[in-house]
């Protein structure tokens, strides 16, 4: 059975273009680009991604979904489905085998099936399990469903209309105490100081009200995966998801065994960015792997996959700032109102993000917040790459620079004159206690040089489409094209807030094997893409002095990682490994003071390391090499590790210690606006990060280039349209749902700071969302500056440049 | 669903005829994504591949002959010259690989109206050579599109090629859509001059339930290029006449609004296409004019 290949440690180091800090003395330790495992085989696609899975005797699954939006089930017939041959099965709600039939991130609202009720287009109805695709594809499409329709909630008037139909009758989650209508999800509000008495000291104050479109994660391996049912009637389930752990939790009670039965491997990964935070087909190939005794296989198709997964909240801000003539910031007031559609999904986490971040990388002493995340029949919206920050930071900084043209001042200058700093108190209360360099980012991107002018004429022969709006469409060869230049900066946090239990664990293995050290790093984090695999070796080799490093395959065999998300498994996972190895190297020196420690007092009185194989001092004594410490003799441990505690924030007044860290972007954006078509081509978008320490500097810089072009595709083209009079998605294809391709794609120069945070491994911080926040509002300032327009709404589509 | 893989033209007329309902498949970069998503299902798939007459061209002295599964890769790379409008067409097709497979008779075949060729071959003024085993004929590119994705050919006929008039000036084709490569068209307009005959002639796309000509702009062009001695002085043209052009374009548009765009912005965007495109292919008709005369 093809499964994920087991990634084998990098051996081939090679530097970044950027000039940072080498590591340590080991080879290939933290701080060097080592290569990625995965990267060649991605590349000549031979990466053996969860969709390639197959076993012998296999049948396929297939989901039928839901065509409407909200709709009473009055009946569903499965004969003729059941009837076809080749079909192994046809599963309902009525067939789930125990009494929890729902799951949920955090509120258990998601029926596995639909239950009577479909709140959603796509909504999951019915399972087929067949011999062949097609086959369980035509059976489910003889399934007869009949359906009455419901009216639709669809925005937040009709939610919460004193009338208003319930998405979810009988709620009973932790959150139906606050809210003002059974149709929000949560609310976040956050009061600080005093914004009545602080308005009157502002001389001028600007207000906006923004649109944030809904965006797709539109990663490139669809949702996939295998489930085998085993001997001892519990089921092997192999699957590309974020986090094995809280799939396992709300998977085993509706499958009704017990967590140990259900024992799951991570298949090859095509992306996330949020959405695999959620189940897809887990629990579906389950039952109909388990109903059937059959291993069974599903593969969602790109059409299934829009509904396969949740996307980025689409939201409404309402903002009001005020500032002094001489530039500083006296109020803010706002009012967040994000689109969470049928189910909670991560609803409630990113009210939190949204309401706490909502003020930016400022100071602002008083301020007004509330958030809310609504129930709606639009898609269900979730986990993406920003979390609720990227909306906010939208906002804010269109804000800015309203402010700072208002006041007649630099856009940057502006920033920095409110940047806040070490020391700076969040509207929450707690102190930002690491480095905020938010002043010095933008002063470093304004310092870049700027791309030089009409570049399509550089070729001599003719103008150079392809560095023109339209591009290979051939649309301007120079005409109406204007240049804009635009600034943003943003603040994300880093790893999961608001007092929740983020830990992660690594177990380390060291022995001999064929007469070299070896380390082996078992951990179930989720390799998505982001690099987790090569750092993680680094991260052994530094510790352990060892050259060889062998990565476990992650599975529920070992404790929970945590998720692939919120930028933290480098500083969570990463941390845990560090940890683990540290304890892996104290019991090794142990070893090597029992046998060896008589004969040499440094032994028992310098500080030793592990270096190239052997016991050092700290002042480069080699004491023994590891191969005789350790003979046969093996080391393993598995160790749990945790960051600094948080708190929940208030409830009223939403204060609270929430966050672990913050992450700092800004970006620079020169875009070139064709202002008679519309067309918008995105020439550079400069970044400048604080990453605290790049422990592999190539993928900090792809990370930061692969976060900043996700903001760019909000910025001028991702948008699931969802029609207002059917709540239907109506672009569920990438005919129609535009990602940029390699020629919307600008030269990205990073520019890449190493301000140590004391209190994270190595004085790393988390880097991959905030590169994401930045890039949509400086690519809207550079088009707001090319062409004069307000530009409310991302993204920005040619109807709103033309006014048609 | 039958497979059939006839080895020669005749044969692949004799099945055509026998089975009306096969959908025919070259490139299959139509048909595949169809069946893909199950949007069809055809009883029988009519595989002309074996076909090599097919992915053939011609150039004589008039007109080229074009098979109907020259890959659009191959149209950029040689018939440049020849077919300028249609070469810079196929530079918009979506990616390389699809431009590696499509061809032209697909986008006939299909007839929708966002296909990229449609334009280049309007503007033209190609004829399409269609046969079965009733016969051979040649149908006016104006008298193809009949319908939303329905064109003039009966059912038991196969595209066996494009018989595209030789440029005898220049040519454009502009297409917008909201990404800088690989985009289906929101709208597109195409146009060509011909010297010869005194005429231009346009084509546009995805702005009306078929693929049309902007004709009423084409006779207020011609009449007005006439009418000031533009041919023989090369003059440039006055901005009023590439106004009422551009005007013109807009108005042949019957367009809807949908998720790729409204109906209004495509109206708008044909009219700058419109106007842009004219000058280009003007200035290029007066820089060979004056190089003409120098020599």
């Known amino acids: 059975m093809a499964g994920t290949p087991t990634p084998r440690a990098a051996t081939a180091p090679a530097r970044t273009p950027t000039n940072l800090t080498q590591g340590g003395k080991t080879k290939a330790g933290i701080g060097e680009s080592t290569l990625r495992p995965d990267g060649t085989l991605k590349v000549t696609g031979e990466f053996a991604y969860s969709s390639d899975m197959w076993h012998e005797d296999m049948l396929w699954g297939q989901t039928l979904r839901s065509t409407v939006a909200h709709a009473e089930i009055r009946s569903i017939d499965t004969s003729q489905a059941l009837a076809t041959p080749g079909v192994y099965a046809v599963l309902t709600y009525d067939d789930l085998p125990t009494e929890m039939k729902n799951y949920g991130l955090e509120i258990q609202d998601t029926p596995v099936l639909a239950h009577k009720k479909v709140r959603h287009h796509g909504e999951p109805v019915a399972l087929v399990a067949a011999d062949h695709p097609e086959t369980a594809r035509r059976a ?131 992306g996330a960015f949020g959405g695999r935070e959620d189940l897809s087909m887990q629990i579906h190939a389950c039952l109909l792997a388990l109903r059937t005794g059959k291993p069974v296989k599903i593969v969602y198709n790109r059409f299934e996959s829009f509904f396969g997964h949740v996307h980025r909240h689409p939201a409404k801000l309402y903002y009001e700032h005020g500032a002094t003539k001489d530039g500083k ?99 929450t209360g707690q102190p930002v206690d690491s480095p905020a360099p938010v002043a010095e980012l933008l002063r470093r991107i304004k310092a870049m040089p700027l791309p030089p002018e009409q570049q399509w004429l550089a070729a001599g022969e003719g103008a150079d489409v392809r560095a023109l709006p339209g591009g290979l469409s051939n649309t301007t060869h120079g005409e109406g094209v204007v240049r804009g230049i635009g600034y943003a900066v943003g603040i994300k946090n880093v790893g999961f807030s608001e007092g929740f239990d983020d830990y992660s664990t690594a177990k380390v293995r060291m022995e001999v094997i064929n007469g070299e050290p070896v380390a082996t790093v078992h951990t179930a984090m989720a390799e998505v893409g982001q690099g987790g695999v090569t750092v993680h070796a680094q991260i052994a080799r530094t510790e352990l002095g060892v050259t060889q490093v062998t990565i476990h ?120 606006v064709d202002t008679e078509l519309g067309l918008v081509k995105v020439i550079e978008l400069a970044c400048a990060q604080d990453v605290g320490k790049a422990l592999n500097p190539l993928s900090v810089v792809g990370q930061i280039q692969g976060g900043t072009t996700q903001g760019l595709g909000v910025a001028v083209m991702e948008e699931i349209i969802v029609d207002p009079k059917t709540a239907k998605v109506r672009n569920p294809s990438f005919t129609d749902y535009l990602i940029p391709t ?63 | 669903m039958d497979f059939l893989r006839p080895a020669s033209w005749e044969e692949a007329l004799a099945a055509k005829a026998e089975h009306p309902t096969a959908v025919p498949i070259a490139g299959g970069t139509d048909v595949m994504v169809e069946i893909n998503f199950d949007h069809r299902r055809p009883e029988y798939l009519l595989d002309l591949n074996r076909i090599g007459d097919l992915s053939e061209w011609e150039v004589g002295e008039k007109t080229v002959r074009l098979g109907a599964s020259v890959s659009y890769t191959k149209i950029m790379e040689n018939l440049r010259a020849e077919l300028p409008g249609l070469a810079l067409a196929s530079h918009t097709v979506a990616s390389p690989q699809i431009r590696n497979r499509g061809g032209v008779g697909g986008n006939l075949g299909t007839a929708s109206p966002a296909g990229d060729a449609h334009p280049a071959l309007l503007a033209s003024g190609c004829e399409v050579e269609v046969e079965s085993l009733r016969g051979r004929r040649m149908i006016p590119i104006d008298d193809f599109y009949v319908g939303v994705k329905r064109n003039a050919m009966e059912p038991d006929e196969l595209i066996r090629s494009v018989h595209l008039p030789k440029a005898d000036g220049p040519q454009q084709f502009s297409k917008v859509g909201t990404r800088n490569a690989m985009v289906i068209a929101v709208c597109a307009f195409g146009i060509a001059l011909h010297p010869e005959t005194r005429t231009v002639r346009t084509g546009i796309g995805s702005a009306a339930p078929t693929p049309v000509r902007a004709k009423e702009a084409e006779d207020f062009l011609a009449a007005a290029l006439d009418e000031g001695g533009f041919w023989e002085s090369g003059s440039p043209i006055p901005p009023s006449v590439a106004k009422q052009f551009a005007q013109l374009a807009s108005g042949a548009c019957n367009p809807i609004d949908d998720v790729r765009g409204s109906a209004k912005y495509r109206r708008h965007a044909v009219g700058i296409m419109a106007r842009r495109t004219l000058g280009w292919t003007w200035e290029s008709y007066r820089g060979n004019e004056r190089s003409a005369q120098c020599a």
Not at chain 1, 247 to 261: H, S, T
Not at chain 1, 369 to 381: G, K, R, S
Not at chain 1, 748 to 755: C, K
Not at chain 1, 786 to 803: C, D, F, I, S, Y
């Open chain 1, 140 to 270: 489910a499409a003889k399934i007869k469903i009949e359906y009455v329709e419901l009216p639709l909630i669809t925005d937040e008037a009709s939610a919460t209309a004193p009338d208003a139909i319930l998405v979810h009758e009988g709620r009973d989650d932790h959150h139906i105490g606050h809210v003002a209508h059974p149709n929000i999800v949560h609310r976040q509000p956050i009061i600080r100081g005093n914004v009545a008495e602080a308005r009157k000291r502002a001389d001028v104050i600007v207000e906006g009200e923004y649109t944030f479109g809904m965006q797709d994660q539109a990663f490139l391996g669809p949702e996939s995966g295998l489930a085998v049912p085993s001997e001892d009637g519990g089921v092997e389930l192999y699957v590309a998801t974020q986090w094995l752990h809280s799939d396992l939790r709300q998977i085993a009670p509706v499958l009704g065994l017990p967590e140990e039965k259900v024992r799951m491997t991570l298949s090859g990964v095509g």
């Open chain 1, 742 to 804: 390699i020629l919307d794609t600008p030269t990205i120069p990073v520019d890449v700071l190493e301000l140590a945070d004391e209190h994270a491994p190595y004085g790393l911080r988390g880097i991959g969302e905030a590169p994401t926040l930045s890039s949509t509002p400086a690519v809207l300032a550079a088009i707001r500056n090319a062409t004069g327009l307000e530009l409310n709404k991302t993204p920005v589509r040619p109807e709103h440049l033309t006014g048609t």
């Open chain 1, 329 to 427: 910031l006296t109020h803010m007031k706002c009012r967040i109102v994000l689109d969470g559609g049928a189910y909670a999904s991560a609803s409630p986490a990113v009210v939190g993000n949204a309401s706490s971040l909502s003020v930016g990388p400022y100071v602002i002493d008083d301020v007004d917040i509330e958030a809310i995340a609504l129930y709606t029949n639009n898609p269900p919206c979730g986990a993406m790459r920003g979390f609720g920050a990227v909306q906010a930071c939208f906002a804010y900084e269109a804000q800015m620079d309203k402010l700072a043209a208002k006041l007649g001042i630099d856009p940057v200058e502006f920033r920095q004159m409110n940047a806040m700093e070490q020391g700076t108190i969040m509207p």
């Open chain 1, 553 to 672: 395959p992650a599975d529920t065999q070992v404790g929970s990682a945590g998720s692939t998300s919120a930028s933290r498994q480098t500083y969570v996972t990463g941390g845990a490994v560090k940890n683990t190895c540290e304890h892996v190297r104290e019991a090794v020196l142990e070893i090597g003071r029992r046998k060896f420690g008589s004969y040499h007092p440094a032994w028992a009185t310098a500080e030793l390391l592990l270096e190239g194989g052997k016991v050092v001092t700290d002042g480069g004594e080699v004491l023994a090499d590891l191969v005789d410490v350790l003979e046969s003799e093996a080391v393993e441990l598995e160790l749990e590790w945790r960051h600094r505690p948080t708190e929940a924030f208030d409830l009223h007044t939403g204060q609270g210690n929430g966050h672990v860290q913050y992450s700092f972007a800004a970006h620079r954006a020169v875009v070139e």
